[in-house]
């Protein structure tokens, strides 16, 4: 190969990895969207409790949330969904946008054994939902909830696992189903482990009078690559990986 030829290369290859540089730069622009019920205009958030031992109360007014093996000596279960994420309208998620990250926040006031986080199969309503309404509790068969938890935290007995203050918890797996429609965005339970787990934990809802302690949400996203950009991009990946290739021939 004459000298000509390899600074052409050369200059190919400098060109396909600028490419790429700038391509992955443009794709790892991220923006953060927050959804906390009462800030910025946001009222999407619901959540209440679900008591065995008051089956037929509704408890979604209240301003804190319990998950226990044993409350009153029978299980209690929580609820929780943020409504109006993806979308074209003011501060929601548009499609153009991916989520790369989403987290959970909740404001812990009483330290208890954990908690095991399923997706809601089926609508619910926080005025109107109850232990018995809802069939005995939630039940997590594939039918009422998943069958089994994206997320659970803490442990199966009657210590206190989870200590009080802020919670962050990465539910990214479940809101990137989520967006792209393969749970029907019901919200999730958030469900005791059992029998054990006999020490309740507790937390703030929507409800709670200090904006700042209600649960967050917290989303970031990346701008969807134009194919075009997804091309070009994957073109500098494979020019880099054969000049390599032959270098090292």
């Not at 600028?18 to 019920?37: M, R």
């Not at 987290?103 to 812990?108: D, F, I, P």
């Not at 330290?111 to 809601?120: D, H, K, L, T």
């Amino acid at each position: 190969m004459t000298s000509a030829s390899k600074l052409n290369n050369r200059a190919v290859r400098a060109a396909l990895l600028a490419a790429l540089l700038a391509t992955t730069a443009a794709h790892a622009q991220s923006t953060t969207f927050t959804f906390q019920h009462g800030v910025a205009g946001y009222l999407g958030a619901a959540d209440t409790t679900l008591r065995a031992a008051e089956p037929t109360v509704a408890l979604g007014s209240e301003p804190e949330a319990g998950v226990d093996a044993s409350d009153g000596g029978q299980p209690a279960q929580a609820l929780l969904r943020f409504d109006g994420l993806f979308g074209s309208g003011a501060g929601q998620i548009g499609s153009e946008r991916v989520v790369t990250q989403a987290t959970l926040t909740l404001t812990v006031t009483s330290a208890g054994s954990g908690i095991r986080f399923f997706e809601m199969l089926q609508p619910w309503n926080e005025a109107t939902a109850t232990w018995a309404s809802l069939g005995d509790g939630v039940q997590a068969d594939g039918v009422e909830a998943a069958s089994t938890p994206f997320l659970q935290i803490g442990a199966n007995d009657g210590g206190g696992n989870i200590e009080e203050g802020t919670l962050v918890l990465d539910i990214t797996a479940a809101l990137q189903r989520q967006q792209a429609g393969l749970t029907a965005g019901h919200g999730w339970a958030l469900l005791p482990f059992m029998p054990d787990g006999t020490n309740g934990i507790d937390f703030y809802t929507r409800e709670w009078t200090t904006l700042a302690e209600r649960p967050l949400l917290t989303v970031v996203t990346a701008p969807v690559p134009e194919p075009t950009t997804l091309a070009l991009w994957l073109s500098g990946l494979l020019a880099m990986a054969w000049g390599l290739k032959k270098r090292r021939g």
